[in-house]
């Protein structure tokens, strides 16, 4: 969910795809560009910028609130990404990722 509470965002990991909704139900968007694989976790800044991990294609979609890319980030992302939190006092997101010995990994916002 954003910040301002008025859409809600789901992934489908099998179709490749983040889903935004607003709060009567209603599809806003569809998100599926071909470098994103088996999308798991979702979370959203304090600007309601989004952030998607792939788990297949090992790297993190940021949007716009509108669902426009920003940027695809791959440089530091843990292998088989699978959830992802933001601290927005500190600027940081937390992701986790599945392995035998997992770990969360914590990143500044630049």
Sequence with gaps: ?????TRVYVTVHDKN???CFNMEGKKQ???SPDNLKCPLGV????DDNIYVVGYS???IHQLSPEGCII???TTGVPHNPMAISFDNSRDTFIIT???EKP???IYQLK
């Design 1 to 5: 969910m954003n910040n301002s509470k």
């Design 17 to 19: 795809s983040l889903l």
């Design 29 to 31: 968007y569809t998100y």
């Design 43 to 46: 979370a959203v800044d304090r």
């Design 57 to 59: 294609s090992h790297n």
């Design 71 to 73: 940027q695809v980030i």
């Design 97 to 99: 990722n599945y392995s």
């Design 103 to 105: 770990k969360l990994h």
